[in-house]
């Protein structure tokens, strides 16, 4: 195997990688990059819970399927200023 294929495989690993980071709204470019380093990126990831689109925070594959996030849907319902996030506390001035 010379050199080119090498890392046409090292680069289609890291694309694939960067693949289902997307899938599971995490960063395309920095699990590309740690794909094509090394492989082994690629089973971490899998071991890496999902993240909320919006919120960032983990979320189980379902939830993260059904655009469900435990913690959007509280602070939909319970917009009172304990979560210290600007959008968070504009949307309570208007209600209050
Ligand atoms: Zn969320």
Redesign the pocket.
């Known amino acids: 195997m010379d050199l080119y294929t090498k890392w046409a495989i090292k680069i289609a690993i890291g694309l694939i990688t960067g693949y289902f980071a997307t899938r599971k709204n995490r960063s395309f470019t920095f699990w590309a990059c740690m794909g094509t380093a090394g492989g082994i990126a690629l089973v971490v990831l899998a071991f890496l819970p999902h993240l ?1 689109k ?2 960032q ?1 983990k979320v189980t594959a379902e939830e993260a399927k059904l655009d469900d ?1 435990w ?2 849907m509280t602070v939909q319902a319970d917009s009172s200023p304990h979560e210290t996030s600007d959008n968070i506390q504009s949307n309570d001035t208007v209600r209050t």
Do not use: I
């Open positions: 909320c919006r919120c925070q996030c913690n959007c």
